[in-house]
Each structure stands twice: as C-alpha cells, then as structure tokens.
C-alpha cells in the first residue's frame, strides 16, 4: 500500500529503478511508458524521475535517467497534450528552473531533450548565463560548451573561459564547433592558439588564469609550438584567417621552412639553385629576424662566403652576424646592389647535358611537340586533340599543325599531371598553375595563372568535359592529390561538383606491383616500398623500376607561378605526364613481369590511409629503413649477412619442435628473435650495442648447415617461415605463446 504522502511518481521511480538494477531493460521500457499515462502531471512526474536517478557510472554507455528520458520523447509522440501551452507562467518557470538544474549533473544526453520538452529557450538569458558559469566553475566544461551552443550564447561568452579547458582536455572539435559560425570567434581562437606558439609564452602564465585547472604531464605536452603551429594552420585554411594575424606560427612555419630549404639543397642536392634561391627570399622577405636565421644556416650548410653575401644583400647589422662573416665581407668584390653570386640566371638549354641523358629518364619527343596554351585558340587545339573530336581549319591555319590523324588514334589515352607554388611559410595555396596533358608525340601545358583565361567559361568546361569523359583514359600518380588542388582552383565546382571518369590512378598500380613482387624473385622490379629508400621514390621510383632510369626531381619545387618558365621547368613539367603514357604502355605489354595482373583496371584503390593494418606497416617499414641502412655495412660472415636464403637450400635434419630449436640473433634480427619466441622458439637476441663480431664468432661454433643468412629487409614473419622451413620445424597451435616473450 503507498503513502499519499509521497510525492507522485515515488512508487514508480522505486519501481523502475529495481528493474533498472535487475538489468531489465526491456521491463524499464514498458513501466515508464505505462507510468507517465498514470501521471497527472507528466511534466513535474518527468522532472521527479530525473531527480531521482543515479548519474551515469564511469564505464556505463547510459543510465536510467537518459532510459527513462528517451521512453517520455517516444511516450509524448502519442500523448501531445503533455506540453506546457496553456500553463500559467509561473508554473512554467519553474519547471523550467528545474529543468535547467538537471544539466549541472554532467549529463550530456539531457541537453538535446530537456531544451525541446521544456523550451529552456525561452528563459531569462541572464539566467541561462548564469547557469552555464556555474558549470564551468564546476569543472563541467563540455556540458557548458554544448548547453551554450544549444541556446547559441556564444557571443555572450568568454571563448578562453570554455574553449581553453576544452583545449586541453583533447575536445579541440568541440572547441572548433563551439566558435564556427561567429567571426570574432573564430579569429579569437585562431590567435588564442597562436599566442601560445610566442618563445615568451609560459605554462605558468596558463595555470595563472586558470587556477582551476591541473594540467598533467600529457596536456602540457600538447601546449607544444610544434603541435600547436599545425592547428593553427589548419584552422587558419579551414576559417579563412589572415596569416598576419598569427605572426608566431607563420615565423615558426618559416623558420622550419629554412631548414627543409637548406637540407634540400646542400645535403640531399635535389634543388636547383634558382629554384633554392626563389623559395629562400619569399620565405625571409620583410622579417630581418629570419634573415639573420638565414645566414647563421648558411654558415653552417654552405660556408662564409654565401652567408657574406646573403648577409650584404639583406644588409644585416654587424651586431647580429655570426663569427666570420662580417670578415669575409671584407674580402668579397664590389658587386651592385642587391647582386650576388648565384643570382645571375644560369644557361637554361631546353637539351640537357649528356651526363643528364645518360642518367635519368627523358622526354623522346622534341622541344616543338612541348605546347605553352595560354589563350582559347591554343585551348581549342588541345581539346581535339585530346578529345578526339573534329578540328578547327581557323586553328589549323593559325598554329600550323599536321591532321589530327597523324597524332593519336581514337580512344586515347593522356598522362596528365599538375604544377602549383609550395606554400613555404604560409597557408597553402592550393591553386593550380599549370595543368599537364600528354598524349602520344605531345604534350600541353595548360596555363592557369592568368584568371582572365583560366576562368573563362571555355576552360572551365574544357576540364569539366575532359574529366567526365569515359572515352579518355586518363592516367595519373597520386591523383588524389592533384584533383583537390584541381577542384580549389575553380569555386564553379563549388556549386557543381566536378564528375570524375575513365581515371587510372598508377600510384595504386604501383602499391600493387610492390605488394606483389616483395620478397619474389623473377625478372621483375626490386623488391623496394613505395616512398622507400634513399634514392628514389613515388613516380621517379616507378619509372625507374618500369623504363630503367628514374626521373630527374631538381625542379619539382619550382615556382610555378612564375612566367615565363624556364626551359628545365618546361621539360619537367612534360616529363611528368608524358613518362606516365610510357609506364602504361609497358606495364601493359607485359604485366606479369611486373606481377600485375593481366587488367591494370582491376586493381583496386588502395586504402593505406584508412586502414589501421596498412598504417602499421607503413610505420613498420620506417623503422626498417635504418635497418636496412646498418645492414649494408654488416661484415659478410656475420650470422645475419643480408643475402638471401639460396634456392636450394632444404630443411635439415629429422622434424623438431619448436621448443628443440636454439637460436642466435644478431641485433639486425632483433623482430624475428621476439617473433620466433611468440611461437616457442629458444632466442638469444644480441642487443644493440653488442658488435656484429659476436655473431660471426658465433658462427664458427655451429655446425655445418645451422646458419642462416636472411634478408633484412624482409618482414620478421617471412623471415621466421624460412627458419621453420631451413630447420624442419613442425609448428603446432599448443606452441603459439608458450615461451616467455622475455
């Protein structure tokens, strides 16, 4: 018998939350539903139940107050009379307060549902204000930052007061959608960010303004200027931010920028020294700090000499010189202002020297096969010719070329390729300058930089039809890539998306033949990853593994929006579409060579970036890079020398166990010693920094046929399957993990 006493929906909140600790969900469902029917007052009964339940248990995906919330929304469909029309004001008010109270309880699944049920947004602002102070001088920063949302106060707000915290609490989205939409804020985060990046900014300055929050070690690892830099970039793109409004990143961008110029330069030497010199003083331009950065790099990447001379053209204070320059100043010729060695356009024939031919992959067609289009009529010529379609006499006559017959057959095929300006120092510009298409005996290079031509009706519907066109296999490398510079471009492809068909991305081709030919062997390419190695790699890797030579990287980093171009921009530029046909071609006539598969279109879109297996192996594969490196130098009657295992080599002896079998490794081997161990094999592991003589002593202790050399370029699994094999071991599933991995 219940106690009129007790306020109603007592006994139904007794009774759902006895169903609630049986686990019986279902009997929860069905109670509440039948319950709020038996309410007089459903709203206040609501509001009681709510105040009654248990919060939500760490680990819990829900509680009984969000069940028993989520039953009244279904309950209500049917029952629409349970609203607040027709109450008095005060009675509203109230139940608004109440309602209101219910979101300080970290609760984040109310929000949504108390806001519709009891129109929170109707109340006082002044009161809604308050409410979300209090949560946040309760700790409860994402609630606050959602409630506030939710009734769009931002700008009523401090953004430090709710987007720091969540800042370092990792919420950066939420802090992201918290100012989206709102201007001042979007800029105030921005500069928030970037104010942290300053060489004066302190931790200790933080926790002074926030003395409610303890950072532990991981939050203030992330109030990093490298970690923040990057945010600040993105979200500088991502809101359309005024680089100049965030001068600490975009000089710690530039100072970062300085070093990658300087190693590409004078240790990798894969930059020519115009390209260099273009990149150098964009990069330093107005900012004498980091000209003088520049030329403490230059003492230490090039010599006094060219550090004497950039310090003279950037005129740099004696003061702020390192030692020797200011002397070897002294030292250098009169020159005119602003002139220095290096500087002076060097000899650009469009034929490279025959050291150049000899070593790297060149274009087979002649420099007049090479077309610069920058107006309609050039336009013109190139979409019959790569679209196959009927040709202008007027363009004919005008530019003077043979019949189209004499230049593709029909259903052709176009290696296409696109240029743009690296964005050193600053927010990318993903605009594209120049736009590759080569077909057989040509290539065109399409010119984006003037926008009175680039943005003409004609060349906006050239691409669009180009790109949509089944007919037209359109071969590419890293296409992915290209096409969202492509799509930047044009805001017409805003409003109308670009169709893209009949694409043949050979970077997936690439990964394929990769995948396949690992560890194979036959008359096909090297076993070497994509992007791998110290030489070559991407498309200048495939072309050498397909056509013998590699390709000849020194003006990838052009600037591309330069005109007119030099010759060595122009060869390359055609170089990189045209060796794509080629590629196509061979791998076409003979794909088992390559271990292909008969159709290169089967071959499916790699998905490297959006699989967690391929991501581990891709950083597997880095961390072997260094392995291999060492390996080289491993003397050749070390244990682990890097030949591979002989064809005929056969098993030895009678079949053992696992546990029978005792192994050395020598610290090249260190993946497959804990990889042998994970299937019960005996394993002594030579650490690091023991000398690869140890093995080799090692060596002369066995007997014949109990040493193997492996390859170590080979993943620890492969390796550990020729040892089974090399030693007849008879693996069994009572071995996995029967040893201890230590």
Same mark, same amino acid.
């Given at each position: 018998?219940?106690?009129?006493?007790?306020?109603?929906?007592?006994?139904?909140?007794?009774?759902?939350?006895?169903?609630?600790?049986?686990?019986?969900?279902?009997?929860?469902?069905?109670?509440?539903?039948?319950?709020?029917?038996?309410?007089?007052?459903?709203?206040?009964?609501?509001?009681?139940?709510?105040?009654?339940?248990?919060?939500?248990?760490?680990?819990?995906?829900?509680?009984?107050?969000?069940?028993?919330?989520?039953?009244?929304?279904?309950?209500?469909?049917?029952?629409?009379?349970?609203?607040?029309?027709?109450?008095?004001?005060?009675?509203?008010?109230?139940?608004?307060?109440?309602?209101?109270?219910?979101?300080?309880?970290?609760?984040?699944?109310?929000?949504?549902?108390?806001?519709?049920?009891?129109?929170?947004?109707?109340?006082?602002?002044?009161?809604?204000?308050?409410?979300?102070?209090?949560?946040?001088?309760?700790?409860?920063?994402?609630?606050?930052?959602?409630?506030?949302?939710?009734?769009?106060?931002?700008?009523?707000?401090?953004?430090?007061?709710?987007?720091?915290?969540?800042?370092?609490?990792?919420?950066?989205?939420?802090?992201?959608?918290?100012?989206?939409?709102?201007?001042?804020?979007?800029?105030?985060?921005?500069?928030?960010?970037?104010?942290?990046?300053?060489?004066?900014?302190?931790?200790?300055?933080?926790?002074?303004?926030?003395?409610?929050?303890?950072?532990?070690?991981?939050?203030?690892?992330?109030?990093?200027?490298?970690?923040?830099?990057?945010?600040?970039?993105?979200?500088?793109?991502?809101?359309?931010?005024?680089?100049?409004?965030?001068?600490?990143?975009?000089?710690?961008?530039?100072?970062?920028?300085?070093?990658?110029?300087?190693?590409?330069?004078?240790?990798?030497?894969?930059?020519?020294?115009?390209?260099?010199?273009?990149?150098?003083?964009?990069?330093?331009?107005?900012?004498?700090?980091?000209?003088?950065?520049?030329?403490?790099?230059?003492?230490?990447?090039?010599?006094?000499?060219?550090?004497?001379?950039?310090?003279?053209?950037?005129?740099?204070?004696?003061?702020?010189?390192?030692?020797?320059?200011?002397?070897?100043?002294?030292?250098?010729?009169?020159?005119?202002?602003?002139?220095?060695?290096?500087?002076?356009?060097?000899?650009?024939?469009?034929?490279?020297?025959?050291?150049?031919?000899?070593?790297?992959?060149?274009?087979?067609?002649?420099?007049?096969?090479?077309?610069?289009?920058?107006?309609?009529? %050039?336009?013109?010529?190139? !979409?019959? @010719?790569?679209?196959?379609?009927?040709?202008?006499?007027?363009? =004919? *006559? #005008? +530019?003077?070329?043979?019949?189209?017959?004499?230049?593709?057959?029909?259903?052709?095929?176009?290696?296409?390729?696109?240029?743009?300006?690296?964005?050193?120092?600053?927010?990318?510009?993903?605009?594209?300058?120049?736009?590759?298409?080569?077909?057989?005996?040509?290539?065109?290079?399409?010119?984006?930089?003037?926008?009175?031509?680039?943005?003409?009706?004609?060349?906006?519907?050239?691409?669009?039809?180009?790109?949509?066109?089944?007919?037209?296999?359109?071969?590419?490398?890293?296409?992915?890539?290209?096409?969202?510079?492509?799509?930047?471009?044009?805001?017409?492809?805003?409003?109308?998306?670009?169709?893209?068909?009949?694409?043949?991305?050979?970077?997936?081709?690439?990964?394929?033949?990769?995948?396949?030919?690992?560890?194979? %062997?036959?008359?096909?390419? !090297?076993? @070497?990853?994509?992007?791998?190695?110290?030489?070559?790699?991407? =498309? *200048? #890797? +495939?072309?050498?593994?397909?056509?013998?030579?590699?390709?000849?990287?020194?003006?990838?980093?052009?600037?591309?929006?330069?005109?007119?171009?030099?010759?060595?921009?122009?060869?390359?530029?055609?170089?990189?579409?045209?060796?794509?046909?080629?590629?196509?071609?061979?791998?076409?006539?003979?794909?088992?060579?390559?271990?292909?598969?008969?159709?290169?279109?089967?071959?499916?879109?790699?998905?490297?970036?959006?699989?967690?297996?391929?991501?581990?192996?891709?950083?597997?594969?880095?961390?072997?890079?260094?392995?291999?490196?060492?390996?080289?130098?491993?003397?050749?009657?070390?244990?682990?020398?890097?030949?591979?295992?002989?064809?005929?080599?056969?098993?030895?002896?009678?079949?053992?166990?696992?546990?029978?079998?005792?192994?050395?490794?020598?610290?090249?081997?260190?993946?497959?010693?804990?990889?042998?161990?994970?299937?019960?094999?005996?394993? #002594? +592991?030579?650490?690091?920094?023991?000398?690869?003589?140890?093995?080799?002593?090692?060596?002369?202790?066995?007997?014949?046929?109990?040493?193997?050399?492996?390859?170590?370029?080979?993943?620890?699994?492969?390796?550990?399957?020729?040892?089974?094999?090399?030693?007849?071991?008879?693996?069994?599933?009572?071995?996995?993990?029967?040893?201890?991995?230590?």
């Amino acid at each position: 018998m219940s106690n009129s006493s007790q306020p109603e929906g007592a006994d139904l909140l007794l009774c759902l939350h006895e169903l609630w600790t049986k686990r019986e969900l279902a009997e929860v469902r069905v109670e509440a539903r039948r319950g709020f029917s038996d309410l007089q007052d459903p709203l206040g009964g609501l509001l009681f139940l709510l105040e009654g339940c248990p919060g939500t248990l760490k680990g819990k995906a829900t509680s009984l107050g969000h069940c028993v919330l989520m039953e009244f929304l279904r309950w209500r469909e049917s029952n629409p009379q349970a609203s607040l029309e027709g109450e008095p004001s005060e009675r509203v008010r109230n139940l608004q307060i109440r309602a209101l109270s219910l979101l300080s309880e970290a609760q984040p699944s109310y929000i949504e549902p108390l806001l519709d049920i009891y129109q929170l947004h109707s109340l006082d602002q002044d009161l809604l204000l308050g409410h979300v102070g209090k949560l946040l001088n309760s700790g409860i920063y994402k609630e606050a930052a959602l409630l506030s949302m939710k009734l769009k106060l931002q700008s009523e707000l401090d953004m430090e007061q709710i987007c720091v915290p969540l800042i370092l609490q990792d919420k950066m989205p939420l802090a992201e959608s918290y100012v989206k939409g709102h201007s001042h804020l979007e800029e105030g985060l921005v500069k928030l960010l970037d104010a942290w990046c300053s060489p004066n900014f302190s931790v200790v300055q933080l926790q002074r303004k926030f003395p409610g929050l303890s950072l532990s070690q991981h939050q203030t690892e992330r109030i990093h200027p490298k970690m923040l830099s990057k945010q600040v970039f993105r979200l500088m793109e991502h809101f359309n931010i005024d680089p100049a409004l965030c001068p600490n990143s975009v000089t710690k961008r530039k100072l970062d920028s300085l070093k990658f110029l300087m190693y590409k330069r004078f240790v990798e030497k894969g930059m020519s020294e115009e390209n260099w010199s273009d990149h150098i003083q964009a990069t330093v331009a107005g900012s004498p700090e980091l000209q003088v950065y520049l030329v403490e790099l230059l003492v230490r990447y090039s010599g006094l000499h060219s550090a004497a001379q950039w310090s003279m053209h950037y005129r740099v204070p004696r003061e702020r010189l390192p030692m020797g320059v200011w002397d070897t100043q002294q030292n250098l010729p009169p020159s005119k202002p602003g002139e220095f060695e290096g500087h002076a356009p060097s000899a650009d024939p469009w034929e490279p020297p025959p050291a150049h031919q000899q070593q790297y992959y060149q274009l087979p067609i002649a420099k007049d096969k090479v077309h610069f289009l920058h107006t309609l009529e %050039g336009l013109e010529l190139c !979409r019959q @010719v790569v679209l196959q379609s009927d040709w202008s006499m007027t363009v =004919l *006559s #005008l +530019l003077s070329h043979p019949p189209p017959h004499e230049r593709t057959q029909p259903g052709s095929r176009v290696g296409v390729d696109m240029e743009w300006l690296a964005g050193f120092g600053a927010v990318p510009r993903q605009r594209v300058a120049l736009i590759q298409l080569a077909v057989r005996e040509e290539v065109f290079l399409i010119d984006l930089r003037e926008t009175t031509f680039s943005e003409h009706e004609h060349t906006v519907k050239f691409i669009r039809t180009f790109f949509s066109d089944p007919k037209v296999l359109k071969l590419g490398y890293g296409m992915s890539g290209d096409l969202k510079s492509l799509l930047a471009t044009w805001p017409q492809f805003t409003d109308e998306p670009l169709k893209v068909d009949g694409v043949l991305d050979l970077l997936n081709v690439h990964q394929q033949m990769q995948r396949n030919c690992r560890g194979g %062997g036959g008359r096909g390419p !090297r076993s @070497v990853e994509v992007g791998e190695g110290s030489a070559e790699k991407g =498309l *200048s #890797l +495939l072309v050498q593994q397909v056509l013998g030579k590699p390709l000849d990287k020194m003006e990838q980093l052009s600037n591309w929006e330069r005109r007119p171009l030099r010759n060595s921009q122009l060869r390359y530029a055609a170089i990189d579409a045209y060796c794509l046909l080629e590629v196509y071609l061979t791998l076409s006539q003979d794909p088992t060579r390559f271990h292909l598969p008969v159709d290169l279109h089967s071959i499916p879109s790699s998905q490297a970036g959006n699989n967690k297996e391929e991501k581990k192996s891709k950083k597997n594969r880095e961390k072997e890079k260094g392995k291999q490196a060492r390996c080289r130098r491993v003397p050749s009657d070390a244990l682990s020398q890097k030949s591979h295992v002989q064809p005929g080599a056969t098993s030895q002896g009678v079949a053992m166990k696992p546990q029978q079998l005792h192994v050395v490794c020598d610290n090249m081997l260190q993946g497959l010693g804990r990889y042998l161990r994970s299937l019960g094999v005996d394993v #002594l +592991l030579l650490e690091n920094n023991d000398d690869h003589k140890v093995a080799a002593q090692l060596k002369s202790q066995v007997g014949e046929g109990r040493c193997l050399a492996l390859d170590c370029s080979q993943r620890a699994r492969d390796q550990a399957v020729q040892v089974l094999q090399h030693f007849n071991v008879q693996l069994t599933p009572d071995d996995i993990f029967s040893r201890c991995q230590v």
